[in-house]
């Protein structure tokens, strides 16, 4: 029984070990200077130095780009925070057929690759001649984050009772206290997920901007890293700036499931 | 063939520092219908886990045929479990549910059709064979589950609260079903419930469990009659737990009354619990049969008879069942035969624990620092520390005291309650009061310094 | 008082201008010529070029290949991380999302990076190893959560009805589990054909998938032909939901977090 148990780690960790060699990979060699990756030419902390004070090559480009995702990614997730929520809302009081459309609906560009959502939002854009930009990138955002905030909500109303919001219309709230006091509290966790699940996929995305950003030369991360490899030459900086991105969203995933699980644990 | 088919020896089992069973021991007839009864959290369903091996005793052994099977998995020992949410196989249907045992097991098709649709025909289900479980009522998945069980023969069918998801109607007719099916099929049922209505319908054995220890073995008109103690009284059925005094043999004292009971062998002058349970308080008109009086302050109708509450006139309040009313507010006279008082030993008359003196003044027991009068011990000393029930106060808050606990068991002794409070340090105090508390209410504990008895550490003591 | 399911409308509104309507304009520009009069001949040069069509059959083999690989191994591991027997923290399982969260180009790169430093030729061996390393994760999570939720009683029950540990994950824990493994397939299948940077880093743009004639046809104005490509692949994404129906909508990535 024991030899299953070690077994069982072993395979686990040579999984994981598999999982994260990459990742590894760019954190350790995020600390020496050579310009490719897999070079080592000794120990510095240069590319950090450089990152935070901004000397390196090209550095407008690439924080910039920074700027740029960080930004397209928080105005989507909001905006498909407060669409998703007032949307689930409505659908979980739909009836029938239109119910099940909306739900239809809403899977859509969940099981859409990518590709698809960016082909298809590009060709709305021509054929509607809209100019690809700023916009473009966070209508298109906000498309492929909505259906997952809907997606989040949805069990917290289930869960909800459904005589809270007439007790507070009992109690003389106005429709919108109601909302505001009893309903949004209720709602809280999914949207907080649904917000946070939005805001990592839009920073992850690199297909659906490629096509929808137009020509105007506009970059996130994703489509700065892609023309970069593309040209061969790996801005060194980047490998710090992943270091660092990815410490942060392991420290703020721990967190999060940490605290889930002592919650569970006190009920 | 051994008269018993199973037979448990000192079996104890912890989950961490909380020990669930401890030293159980029992042994279950060839054939008889068995129920383990408790109170939620018992050790019921542990006990019936270890039974079927999906939990392993951490002492102790269970025979069964005279066999030790502590080495032999589920999936080898002779039983099979009704499960309590039924656990039917979600992706197969009721015939593929029913024949999973015997398929495993190689059994020829034609067997396993014809052995499938004979349990069929036992749970009255044979229509139902290719439906899919999920489409059944609570009541169809259950005869399912069952029927997946017996069909495999088992030497004991063990059923772990198999009736608690079904509405009342539904669970009555169900017992009558249970109790007819092991008439027919004539193995051992061992049967897990916090019912105890459901025990006394259909048990030939009844084990009462609690806090992990059995607390009696007996017939259900054993337990209902003779129970050993307040917490069996207070568990099965409707009753009167009192304070009471054996006077001498066949003459007991409560209520501030005396009766003439039929218990001996108590001693003289000895400190009782008494039970007397509310049909058994009769009405009287006739002076000369009238022990006791006493003023109707309520009374319920309960579909077959009244439920009153009166007050004696001794200052005690009793609940009687009666199939005539009596008015609120009138006086009446009762009487109660001598058979039908149930004297039980007190298992405990005060609090006592170990303590140390840690200071001047101060005694460490609980888990806390408590004042009291220390003269003529040392600091350091081991002391043995005496409460008496009725001194312990308990507040609502924790400001004042001393030390914190949660109450776990609640007694009505007819003018006062008796709680037990199990305090942060794991050990439990026993507390006799007039206030109102709820079970697991959160409770500060004080005891006043001159409650505090202290005694030198004897041999007698420990 | 307005009703509550009215507020549905602005996300209908919404979905039919920004998903319905963009879908339909894939139909629309795959059956129109570049000056917009209706023809079937980007649908018919995609089944008369060997080209596309060898690069939609390896991407469709590539894709199947890396299904099974991530199946392979992510199913012992998601098994292994729901067992409270071997695995009782939530953190491992947290270690095994994570990579999700992380910019999948940066870590195809980083893995086509670790491969030249190896020595190992970039090729169909080293996509199909970085694929299933990108979507791995995708596949372990779905299945894990299915198994983490189970009834702990079925698998009690077989056992008490005369099933062997194995006999037990073969004729219940499995069948139970396929919900999580479906779901696992659509999350892992469709992306890997669809997958346009990650085969050209993982090959040095040696091997093409279907994904990238796509973005190449877009990219280049022919949009018409990159349309009707697009197209096909929708067709395949009806077939494979279809297949699946509609057993494992709850299993999607919504409860990540």
Same mark, same amino acid.
């Given at each position: ?267 | ?252 004292? +409560?209520?501030?009354? @005396? !009766?003439? =009971?039929?218990?001996? &062998? /108590?001693?003289?002058?000895?400190? %009782?619990? $008494?039970? *007397? #349970? ?86 460490? +027991?609980?888990?806390? @620092? !408590?004042? =009291?009068?220390?003269? &003529? /011990?040392?600091?350091?000393?081991? %002391?043995? $520390?005496? *409460? #008496? ?74 | ?257």
């Amino acid at each position: 029984m024991n030899t299953r148990k070690v077994f069982a780690r072993i395979y686990i960790w040579i999984v994981l070990v598999v999982l994260y060699a990459p990742i590894l990979f760019i954190a350790v060699f995020s600390f020496t200077e050579a310009k490719s990756l897999g070079n080592w030419t000794g120990f510095s902390m240069n590319l950090y130095k450089n990152l935070f004070t901004g000397s390196m090559q090209n550095s407008s480009g690439l924080i910039s780009a920074v700027e740029n995702t960080l930004v397209i990614a928080l105005i989507a997730s909001v905006i498909a925070t407060l669409l998703g929520t007032v949307a689930a809302i409505g659908i979980f009081n739909l009836k029938g057929r239109k119910k099940n459309v909306m739900n239809f609906l809403n899977n859509i560009p969940m099981i859409n690759p990518d590709i698809i959502t960016g082909v298809s939002l590009f060709l709305l854009f021509v054929f509607l001649h809209i100019s690809q930009g700023y916009t473009t990138v966070v209508l298109a955002h906000i498309t492929f984050c909505t259906p997952y905030v809907v997606l989040n909500v949805m069990p917290k109303l289930s869960q909800l009772n459904p005589n809270i919001y007439e007790a507070a219309l009992d109690l003389g709230a106005t429709p919108m206290q109601a909302l505001r006091k009893v309903l949004v509290p209720a709602l809280r966790p999914g949207m907080i997920s649904g917000f946070i699940l939005s805001f990592t996929m839009s920073l992850d995305d690199f297909a659906v901007t490629f096509f929808t950003r137009g020509t105007i030369g506009l970059d996130t991360l994703s489509t700065y890293i892609y023309a970069d490899a593309r040209k061969g030459g790996l801005t060194p900086e980047l490998k710090p700036l992943m270091t660092i991105l990815f410490l942060l969203i392991l420290v703020v995933l721990l967190i999060i499931n940490i605290r889930q699980s002592k919650n569970s644990n006190k009920k | 063939m051994k008269e018993n088919i199973i037979d448990i020896r000192h079996l104890s089992k912890s989950f961490g520092d909380k020990k669930v069973l401890d030293d159980i021991n029992l042994y279950v007839r060839r054939g008889e219908f068995i129920t383990l009864l408790g109170p939620s959290g018992c050790g019921k369903t542990t006990l019936l886990r270890m039974i079927a091996g999906f939990l392993k005793p951490d002492e102790g052994s269970i025979m069964l045929d005279g066999k030790d099977i502590a080495g032999v998995p589920p999936h080898e020992r002779p039983l099979n479990t009704v499960f309590q949410r039924y656990a039917l196989f979600p992706h197969l249907d009721v015939y593929d549910n029913i024949a999973f045992g015997l398929k495993l097991k190689k059994t020829p098709e034609d067997e396993i059709d014809k052995r499938v649709r004979k349990v069929l025909k036992l749970v009255a289900m044979s229509d139902y064979e290719d439906r899919d479980v999920e489409t059944l009522s609570g009541g169809q998945q259950q005869r399912i589950a069952i029927a997946r069980a017996i069909v495999n023969q088992p030497k004991v069918l063990l059923l772990d609260e198999p009736l608690a998801a079904l509405d009342l109607k539904m669970r009555k007719d169900m017992q009558i079903e249970l109790k007819e099916m092991h008439r027919k099929l004539g193995i051992t049922f061992i049967y897990v419930t916090h019912d105890q209505e459901e025990a006394l319908t259909l048990s030939d054995t009844i084990v009462v469990i609690n806090e992990g220890k059995i607390q009696q073995i007996g017939t259900p008109t054993d337990i209902y009659n003779e129970p050993v103690n307040a917490f069996v009284a207070d568990f099965i059925g409707e009753s009167n737990i009192l304070k009471g005094r054996m006077l001498r043999d066949r003459r007991v004292a +409560f209520i501030k009354h @005396e !009766f003439d =009971c039929v218990d001996e &062998g /108590f001693g003289e002058d000895v400190r %009782v619990d $008494v039970v *007397v #349970r509310p049909e058994d308080i009769y009405f009287t008109t006739d002076p000369a049969k009238c022990q006791f009086t006493a003023k109707v302050n309520s009374c319920t109708f309960k579909g077959v008879h009244y439920e009153m509450y009166v007050d004696t006139d001794t200052g005690y309040e009793l609940m009687i069942q009666d199939y005539d009313p009596y008015p609120v507010g009138s006086e009446v006279m009762l009487y109660i035969d001598p058979d039908d008082i149930q004297v039980m030993k007190k298992e405990r008359t005060e609090n006592k624990y170990t303590g140390t003196v840690t200071a001047e003044g101060t005694v460490e +027991f609980l888990g806390a @620092e !408590f004042e =009291c009068d220390t003269k &003529g /011990f040392e600091v350091g000393e081991d %002391v043995t $520390v005496k *409460v #008496r029930f009725e001194k312990v106060d308990l507040l609502d808050h924790e400001d004042e005291a001393i030390t914190t606990g949660h109450v776990e068991f609640i007694l009505y002794m007819g003018n006062h309650y008796h709680l037990t409070i199990r305090t942060e340090s794991g050990e439990k105090i026993w507390v006799d009061t007039n206030d109102i508390w709820d079970k697991n209410d959160f409770v500060g504990i004080k005891i006043l310094p001159k409650d505090i008895c202290l005694e030198k550490v004897t041999a007698a003591n420990e | 008082m307005n009703k509550r399911s009215n507020w549905a409308l602005p996300y209908f509104i919404f979905l039919v201008l920004f998903v319905v309507v963009p879908l339909l304009l894939i139909l629309v520009y795959a059956l129109q010529d570049a000056s917009g009069h209706f023809t079937l001949a980007n649908i018919g040069k995609f089944f008369s070029d060997g080209d596309s069509l060898s690069t939609f059959a390896l991407s469709i083999e590539v894709a199947i290949e890396n299904t099974i690989l991530c199946i392979l191994i992510g199913y012992p591991a998601a098994w292994i991380l729901a067992n409270k027997e071997y695995n009782k923290g939530a953190v491992t399982v947290v270690l095994f999302i994570l990579p999700m969260w992380i910019n999948a180009l940066m870590r195809t790169l980083a893995t086509a990076e670790l491969f030249t430093m190896a020595g190992i030729q970039l090729g169909k061996g080293t996509l199909l190893f970085g694929m299933c390393y990108d979507y791995l994760p995708f596949m372990i999570y779905p299945i894990y959560n299915v198994l983490n939720k189970m009834d702990k009683s079925y698998a009690e029950a077989a056992q008490d009805l005369g099933a062997t540990p194995g006999e037990v994950f073969r004729k219940v824990t499995l069948p139970l589990s396929m919900p999580g493994v479906l779901s696992g397939v659509m999350m892992v299948f469709m992306p890997t054909v669809s997958t346009f940077a990650i085969s050209e880093f993982l090959t040095n743009n040696k091997i093409k998938l279907f994904g990238t004639i796509i973005q190449e046809n877009i990219n280049n104005s022919m949009w018409n032909y990159g349309a009707a490509l697009s197209l096909i692949m929708l067709v395949i994404i009806g077939i494979t939901t279809f297949l699946q129906g509609n057993e494992s909508e709850e299993n999607s990535v919504g409860g990540i977090i």
